[in-house]
């Protein structure tokens, strides 16, 4: 069973650009979320998707969005980029989300802003 | 709001050494309780997990208790090897569909 895939690898973008992540979450999984690490801040959540719909949300600003597909597959935007949104960004699905079904996370995409 | 502490690291030890990592809580419910691994330049994992007071999570030779009283869940292995180098995560997910709250990891060094 294929785990849960993240593209790209690895990103280096301009301070002012925008960028999109994808998520392609394990087979049958229809929850998705997405987590923001740092060395200074550790795991810091920005959203989590079921059925399409964005059901929780953490303390980011509004240049942080996110989507979900019918196919559960997930994309993660990211406006007006800033030197500090240099990160890891980690998703990571579920079956149903919530806090009886697991999380199995990706490898993450590591965004570098210049 | 619910929190979760860690001993800072990073943490080093010989091979065979016993391993404590402390990781306490602050919610204002009964949380589940987890702890996740993530080895270099990969995701986390679920290494275990406990869903009430004095459940014992247990994985790999790791074991965790939920201590209510103390608000700790603090991780133990009684013998580490170097493939057990990694950073370890303490996490908690109050009720419902709350997402995961992670303490800020520790990193675990273990040498031959």
């Known amino acids: 069973k294929a785990g849960v895939t993240q593209t790209p690898r690895y990103l280096i973008k301009t301070r002012g650009q925008q960028v999109t992540l994808s998520c392609s979450p394990i087979?049958?999984?229809?929850?998705v979320s997405w987590y923001q690490q740092t060395p200074g801040q550790g795991l810091q959540f920005l959203f989590e998707?079921?059925?399409?719909?964005?059901?929780n949300k953490g303390n980011f600003p509004g240049r942080f969005s996110g989507r979900q597909f019918s196919n559960s597959r997930s994309e993660m935007n990211v406006s007006t980029l800033e030197l500090g949104d240099s990160a890891l960004y980690l998703c990571?699905?579920?079956?149903?989300?919530?806090?009886?079904?697991?999380?199995?996370f990706g490898n993450g995409t590591r965004l570098t802003v210049t | 709001g619910d929190s979760v502490t860690q001993m800072e690291g990073p943490v080093t030890l010989s091979e065979e050494a016993f391993l404590t990592i402390n990781c306490t809580y602050t919610?204002?419910?009964?949380?589940?309780l987890f702890w996740y691994v993530q080895y270099p330049g990969e995701g986390l994992q679920l290494l275990l997990k406990?869903?009430?007071?004095?459940d014992k999570g247990s994985n790999k030779g790791f074991e965790a208790t939920y201590r209510k009283e103390t608000t700790s869940f603090h991780l133990e292995k009684g013998s580490v090897q170097v493939s057990d180098s990694a950073v370890y995560f303490c996490?908690?997910?109050?009720?419902?569909?709350?997402?995961?709250?992670f303490g800020k990891g520790t990193r675990l060094s273990v040498i031959a």
């Open positions: 990571a699905s579920s079956l149903v989300g919530g806090r009886d079904s697991p999380l199995h």
């Open positions: 087979s049958g999984h229809r929850s």
């Open positions: 998707y079921f059925s399409e719909t964005q059901r």
């Open positions: 919610a204002t419910g009964y949380p589940s």
């Open positions: 406990a869903t009430k007071a004095d």
């Open positions: 996490a908690l997910s109050e009720s419902g569909n709350t997402p995961l709250v």
